[in-house]
Nanobody
Framework: QVQLVESGGGLVQPGGSLRLSCAAS????????MNWVRQAPGKGLEWVSTVSSGGGTTYDAASVKGRFSISRDNAKNTLYLQMNSLKPEDTAVYYC???????????WGQGTQVTVSS
C-alpha cells in the first residue's frame, strides 16, 4: 500500500533552517509528481511546493519562493523540502503528498510539525 512518512520537523529560531524528508513506498515513486502542503494552527491547507517526477521542474508558493526548495532522490524514493530563513508564520504541520496533477493529491503522509519561535 502507498505509504508516505515525513521526518525532520522540530523547533527552530526565526532565520534558521530545517530540511524535511518524506520516505515513499508502495508505489513507483519516480512516476509521480509530488507536493508539500502545510496547515498552520487554526487555518486551512496551504500548498507549498511541487516537483515533477524527474525532479527537473519545481513550483513554489509565493509565500516561500526564494526561501524553500523542493527536491527528490528517486533512487532513494525520498522527497525533500529545504527550508531556509524560516519565519514564525511558517509554523505548521507539513505534509508530503502524491500529486494527482497540480497540488491536488491522493495520498498524504501523517505530517511533521515545524515550529518557528524564539
Amino acid at each position: 500500500q502507498v505509504q508516505l512518512v515525513e521526518s525532520g520537523g522540530g523547533l527552530v529560531q526565526p532565520g534558521g533552517s530545517l530540511r524535511l524528508s518524506c520516505a515513499a513506498s508502495g508505489f513507483t515513486f519516480s512516476s509521480y509528481w509530488m507536493n508539500w502542503v502545510r496547515q498552520a494552527p487554526g487555518k486551512g491547507l496551504e500548498w507549498v511546493s511541487t516537483v515533477s517526477s524527474g525532479g527537473g521542474t519545481t513550483y513554489d508558493a509565493a509565500s516561500v519562493k526564494g526561501r524553500f526548495s523542493i527536491s527528490r532522490d528517486n533512487a532513494k524514493n525520498t522527497l525533500y523540502l529545504q527550508m531556509n530563513s524560516l519565519k514564525p508564520e511558517d509554523t505548521a504541520v507539513y505534509y508530503c503528498a502524491r500529486s494527482l496533477g497540480g497540488w491536488a493529491s491522493d495520498y498524504w503522509g501523517q505530517g511533521t510539525q515545524v515550529t518557528v519561535s524564539s
